[in-house]
């Protein structure tokens, strides 16, 4: 079936470095991209999305970036703080407009005070 | 605006049991997805509801079952319990039109 995986399982970076977090996805067909950090005890929460007729988008000390010819997505920040220790899921979601959204396996941020 | 709330947060059953946890979804919001969220498996999909409408459904058994009411409520319930239910089961609001997700705490249930 389709697919949505995540290259490293945790990454360890120190605070006030830029982290990058990646992610190959294995449904050509997919057409929407989302990034959702999850903390501790918590639910995931929605950081930033993007299109397929896009290839960057940038937030907050955020960005994500989309290569289609690769099907790699990848989620940089800025200026890594410890309050972004967390695990990092990308997600696709379903064309339809019927939020089935397929998760990623996950990568836990670890930052380095 | 208060945000997805989820009852219970903790519960233990035993196998063979069934269960029923429920969602309320962020105001305004009618579509409603729920998730499991294990260790192993990581997040899967189960079901999405709009206006009381299963409308899209993951591959879990048919023990695994969902409904939505009309003030956009929703309550999924698991029967015959098995061991491997046990995991964080998280609930998703979205605004009608919208991709965008948010999700609730999630209710941890484990099955003895």
């Known amino acids: 079936g389709e697919s949505v995986g995540l290259h490293l399982p945790t990454l360890s970076v120190q605070e006030g470095d830029n982290s990058i977090i990646n992610c190959a996805y294995s449904?050509?067909?997919?057409?929407?991209f989302i990034w959702y950090k999850q903390e501790s005890g918590k639910g995931p929460q929605f950081i930033i999305d993007?299109?397929?007729?896009?290839d960057k988008r940038q937030g907050q000390r955020v960005t994500v970036l989309l290569n289609k010819t690769v099907k790699h997505l990848s989620l940089q920040i800025a200026a890594t703080q410890p309050g972004d220790s967390a695990v990092y899921f990308c997600?696709?979601?379903?064309?339809?407009?019927?939020?089935?959204?397929?998760f990623g396996t996950g990568t836990k941020l670890q930052v380095i005070p | 605006k208060a945000g997805v709330t989820q009852t219970p947060r903790y519960l233990i059953k035993t196998r063979g049991q069934q269960v029923t946890l429920s969602c309320s979804p962020i105001?305004?919001?009618?579509?409603v997805s729920w998730y499991q969220q294990t260790p192993g498996q990581g997040l899967q999909f189960l079901f999405e509801?709009?206006?009381?409408?299963?409308?899209n459904k993951g591959n879990f058994p048919g023990r695994f079952s969902g409904r939505q009411f009309s003030n956009s409520r929703s309550e999924m319930n698991v029967s015959t319990l098995e061991l491997g239910d046990s995991a964080l089961y998280l609930c998703?609001?979205?605004?009608?039109?919208?991709?965008?997700?948010?999700f609730g705490p999630g209710t941890r249930l484990t099955v003895t």
């Open positions: 449904n050509s067909a997919s057409d929407y």
């Open positions: 509801y709009f206006s009381e409408t299963q409308r």
């Open positions: 997600a696709e979601s379903d064309s339809g407009g019927y939020q089935k959204v397929t």
């Open positions: 993007i299109r397929s007729n896009m």
């Open positions: 998703a609001s979205s605004a009608t039109g919208a991709n965008e997700q948010y």
């Open positions: 105001s305004g919001h009618r579509s």
